[in-house]
């Protein structure tokens, strides 16, 4: 699934150049494993699958958002547009 755009400049570099500058040191391995797998995905159902990763869907006035679990405080977040299999606004945050 193609990642369409980014909402964290970090992730954005780490993607495209490979660079760490931006993001946590200790998540850059995680974070190209995540990657590499969103890349891989086909189906947004895939997701259900990933129990190491925490992954879940957001409640509330951020329903439609996934969520997958970095480190213990930090999550990648996105939204999936269905319409086209992309994977948009991916951030990484600490929502807790």
Avoid: C
Avoid at 39 to 49: A, I, T, V
Wanted: positive net charge; without cysteine.
């Amino acid at each position: 699934m193609k990642i369409r755009n980014f909402a964290h400049k970090g992730l954005k570099r780490l993607y495209i150049d490979g660079s760490g500058k931006g993001v946590p040191p200790d998540t850059v391995e995680k974070l190209r494993k995540v990657f590499a797998y969103l890349d891989d995905m086909e189906d947004p159902d895939e997701l259900r699958s990933l129990t190491a990763w925490k992954s879940h869907t957001l409640t509330g006035d951020r329903r439609g958002t996934w969520s997958l679990s970095v480190t213990r405080n930090l999550r990648l977040t996105f939204r999936i547009d269905a319409a086209e299999l992309q994977i948009i606004d991916l951030n990484l945050e600490d929502y807790h």
